[in-house]
C-alpha cells in the first residue's frame, strides 16, 4: 500500500478529497483518514451517529476519529476492509498517529501551511514533537501553501529552528479564489464532490499533486480528472 501522509497547518479537506476521487480514478483502493484536531472532513459527509466512523463517499473510504494507529486498525478490522487499500492518505497533527519513527515509512511526506506566521511556530513545534532533529539524515518533503496569496514571501524554511528536512520539487500552492471557495462550501452542503466551477489554477495544483504523489504521467492525471467529471455531470 502506497503510504501519503499531510502533516501541519492549512485547510485540506477539500483538497485531499478531491484528490482521492482523481485516485480512484486511475482504478484505485484509497482510504482517507482525518486525524486532526479539527476533523473538518466531517463537514463533507453525509451525517453519521458515532463519533468516529470509516464511510463510503465517492467511491473511496473516509474515516475520522481517531487519534492513534491502533483505534485505525480496530476500525478497519470490524469493517472488514483492513489490508483492503491500495493508497493511504493520512491528514494528521497526533504525535499519538504518526511518530517521527514512522515517518520514513511514508512513501511520501507533504508539510502544510497557510503562510501566516502562526502557522509556521505551529509547525515548527510539530516538527519538534515528532523528533526529526534525531534523525540520522533529512526526510524529503514536498511544501503545500494554501492558500497561496498573490507576491512573493520570505524564504520560510531559512527561519525554521530545524534543517532536517529535505524540500522537493514541485511545491504545491493553490491561490485564494471565490471559485474554489464557492464550490467548497457548496459541496459541504451538498455531501457531494463536485468540482465543475473550480478554478484553472486549483485544477492544476491537483493534477501536479496527483502526478507527484501517483507517480503517474501528465496525460493519466487528465485522464482521471476527465473520468471524474462524468461522474460529476450525472449528479
Known amino acids: 500500500m502506497k503510504k501519503i501522509v499531510f502533516l501541519g497547518s492549512a485547510d485540506k479537506s477539500h483538497v485531499l478529497l478531491a484528490l482521492g476521487r482523481l485516485w480512484t480514478s486511475l482504478g484505485k483502493k484509497v482510504l482517507l483518514v482525518d486525524s486532526t484536531m479539527g476533523q473538518a472532513v466531517q463537514g463533507y459527509l ?4 458515532t463519533g468516529s466512523a470509516v464511510q463510503e463517499f465517492e467511491d473511496m473510504d473516509v474515516a475520522y476519529g481517531y487519534v492513534t494507529s491502533m483505534q485505525l486498525e480496530r476500525a478497519l478490522e470490524q469493517a472488514g476492509t ?10 494528521t497533527d497526533h504525535t499519538q498517529m504518526v511518530t517521527g519513527r514512522d515517518l520514513p515509512g511514508y512513501d511520501k511526506r507533504i508539510w502544510c501551511w497557510d503562510g501566516k506566521r502562526l502557522s509556521l511556530q505551529k509547525n515548527e513545534e510539530l516538527l519538534l514533537r515528532l523528533c526529526l532533529h534525531e534523525a540520522e539524515a533529512p526526510l524529503s518533503f514536498y511544501e503545500w501553501l494554501s492558500p497561496a496569496l498573490p507576491g512573493r514571501l520570505p524564504a520560510w524554511q531559512a527561519e525554521t529552528r530545524l534543517r532536517h528536512v529535505e524540500w522537493l520539487e514541485p ?3 493553490f491561490p485564494l479564489d471565490e471559485r474554489d471557495a464557492t464550490v467548497d462550501v457548496h459541496n459541504q452542503h451538498q455531501h457531494r464532490l ?11 495544483g491537483l493534477l501536479s499533486m496527483l502526478q507527484q504523489l501517483a507517480e503517474c504521467d501528465a496525460k493519466a492525471a487528465r485522464r482521471a480528472w476527465a473520468m471524474a467529471q462524468k461522474r460529476w455531470r450525472v449528479w
Do not use: I, T
Request: cysteine-free; aromatic content about 14%.
Open 46 to 49: 453525509p451525517p453519521a451517529f
Open 171 to 173: 511545491s504545491f500552492h
Open 82 to 91: 483492513a489490508g483492503a487499500y491500495d493508497v493511504l492518505l493520512l491528514d
Open 194 to 204: 463536485d468540482l465543475r466551477g473550480v478554478s484553472g489554477a486549483f485544477r492544476q
